[in-house]
């Protein structure tokens, strides 16, 4: 199974911005997409966006569209979660994850906290 690492998470105010990055172990057919889920405390895990291995077509949660952008690093294996205009709700355990479909992951990251000040 592929293996995911996360990186980039931290503190910072509202309004800021924080790159999330996430480098997966090989390119296989496992990671025709990948991309970004997160759970807030006391929440379910939700979709945060996802990129298909060409780097075109993205899909995006509703809510973050605009202020989070995802891009890949195809030869890296590597993909990249920009957030910008950071809120305080935007506060949760951030999980990198890769799958043959846009919204089902099938392989994890171990989560990075992303923690937003207000």
């Known amino acids: 199974q592929v293996q995911l690492v996360e990186s980039g998470g931290g503190l910072v105010q509202a309004g800021g911005s924080l790159r999330l990055s996430c480098a997966a172990s090989e390119r296989t057919a496992s990671t025709y997409y990948m991309g970004w889920f997160r759970q807030a405390p006391g929440k379910e895990r939700e979709f945060v966006a996802s990129i298909f291995w060409n780097g075109i077509n993205r899909v995006y949660s509703d809510s973050m569209k605009g202020r989070f952008t995802i891009s890949r690093d195809d030869p890296k294996n590597t993909v990249h979660l920009q957030m910008n205009s950071l809120k305080p709700e935007d506060t949760a355990v951030y999980y990198c994850?890769?799958?043959?479909?846009?919204?089902?992951?099938?392989?994890w990251g171990q989560g990075t906290q992303v923690t937003v000040s207000s």
């Open positions: 994850g890769a799958g043959l479909r846009p919204r089902n992951f099938d392989s």
